[in-house]
C-alpha cells in the first residue's frame, strides 16, 4: 500500500479533505477484483478516518495505491496496514 499526499498550500485552498484510490490493471486484469480492493481500501479510510486526519492534517488530498499483485484474503489485513501507514507518518 502506497500513499500520495498533497499538503495544504497558502496559494491552494482545499475545503475539507479529499481521497481517491487506484488499483493498478497490471496486477488485476480482472474489473471485479480491481473494485473489491478500492471497496476494501474505501471503508479503512471511512472507518479510520480520525487516525488519518491526525497523522496527515485536516485539508489534506490524498491518493492511495494497492501495489501488491496479491488479493487481500481479509478486510482486517487491510486494515492493518493503513493502521500501520498512518502511525509511521504520525511519528
Known sequence: MRIIIL?????????????????SKRY?????????IKRLLRECYRLNKELFKAAFG??????????SSEMPPKFQ????QFIKLCETQKK
Open 58 to 67: 485536516e485539508k489534506t488530498m490524498a491518493m492511495l495505491f494497492w501495489v
Open 77 to 80: 489485513d487491510v486494515e492493518a
Open 7 to 23: 499538503k495544504d498550500k497558502p496559494t491552494a485552498s482545499i475545503e475539507s479533505g479529499k481521497f481517491g484510490v487506484s488499483v
Open 28 to 36: 488485476f486484469k480482472r474489473a471485479v477484483h480491481r473494485n473489491r
